[in-house]
């Protein structure tokens, strides 16, 4: 079993924030395709990490998790390259770990 998580950021490149209905667009999305969806997006989580290793970059964001019996590089490689234009971003982190119910 894995647990895949999407950092979804709150604010584009420009600092504009994205609209609500991105979000529920993508939670409907995952919810189809894999029957359900955890959201944690009553505090933002906050990201900081340095630009050409000299400038401080500032980010929020909310992070949805799924659960999958098989992990689909390709169709997360895709996805993740969907929701990079999608959210206008250079880059988004998709992340999977494998875990056991217990």
């Known amino acids: 079993m894995y647990m ?6 709150l604010y584009d490149n420009d600092g504009q924030a994205l609209p609500k209905a991105l979000f529920a667009e993508v939670r409907d999305e ?6 359900g969806l ?5 505090a933002p989580a906050s990201g900081v990490w340095l630009e050409d290793d000299e400038h401080p970059v500032h980010d929020e964001s909310v992070i ?3 659960m999958a019996p098989a992990l689909e590089h ?3 490689a895709d ?3 969907a929701l990079e234009r999608r959210f206008r971003q250079e880059e988004m982190v ?3 770990q494998e ?3 217990l």
């Not at 895949?4 to 950021?9: A, D, E, F, H, M």
């Open 94 to 96: 998709v992340r999977a």
């Open 30 to 35: 995952l919810v189809e395709r894999f029957g």
């Open 74 to 76: 390709g169709w997360w």
């Open 79 to 81: 996805y993740r390259a």
């Open 4 to 9: 895949i998580q999407l950092l979804l950021p």
């Open 99 to 101: 875990i056991t119910l």
């Open 38 to 42: 955890t959201a944690y997006t009553q």
């Open 64 to 66: 949805y998790e799924v």
